[in-house]
């Protein structure tokens, strides 16, 4: 099977603002932050890959790369055998991300509403949108009449989800899923993206967390990150072998792992 997630040597590099400046370890004040540094990986069709990291570890940035928000200082990455850099996934609606950000949405308006603006976005029809609209409402039990900003926290979270499903991309990125929700509903969407949307669909899945349960509840494999580097990758029982233990808990192995690469 071929991947359909390919990035090779990805490094991001920022300018620190407002003038601070972090001294090296040589004594050198350093203006510039690797907050992804010479990434590489791979995914194929159906495979749900956990990037687990602490926040800071440029789990975030990395995922705006490989959706075509954000352009890599170098490197190169691919969806579909189509270059991200140079826009061309963008182009052909590839890759949904949702970003846990709810300042995008229109507070005044339905989850319907809002929705149906990012559908006319992606080009789908008025009959395509209402019924690719009603079926995410269906399955993540957003009440699409209600409006954002009467909307809990975790209706948000599920309509952001939503909006990355629309228009129905071969992969889709997600950064903190289930931040926001409570434990059923977090069980619940959990499920929908292992059962749903990777076995059944075959979407390619990239979540990003900082919550050890649901990287091993959801991963087919862990892609343990830290200060803009993946430290380690592999199922639990790889990661086990790679911490030099015998057995132990998500916990044990990312702690094992991330004091060994200090």
Known sequence: MGYVV?????T?????S???????????????IRAVDDVSLTVEAGSVLAILGPNGAGKTTLLRILAGLVLPSS???HICGLDVVQGETREKGLVGIS??????????????????FF??????????????????GRILEIPLDQSVQASSAGIRQRILIARA??????VLLLDEP???????SAQGLRGFIRERLADHLGKSVLIATHNLAEAEALGDEIAIMSSGRIQARGSLDALRNIAGLATGTIEDVFHQLAKERE
């Open 75 to 77: 490197g190169d990455a």
């Open 99 to 116: 970003l846990g950000d709810d300042r995008s949405l229109y507070a005044r308006l339905s989850g319907r509403r809002n929705l149906d």
């Open 178 to 184: 289930t931040k926001s929700l409570d434990p059923t």
């Open 6 to 10: 390919e990035a090779q040597d990805l």
């Open 165 to 170: 499903l629309l228009h129905d991309p071969a």
């Open 12 to 16: 991001k590099v920022f300018k620190r």
């Open 119 to 136: 559908a006319a976005m992606h080009g789908l029809s008025r009959r395509e949108a209402t019924q690719r609209i009603d079926e995410l």
């Open 18 to 32: 407002n003038g601070f400046f972090r001294r090296s370890s040589q004594g050198q004040c350093n203006s510039l």
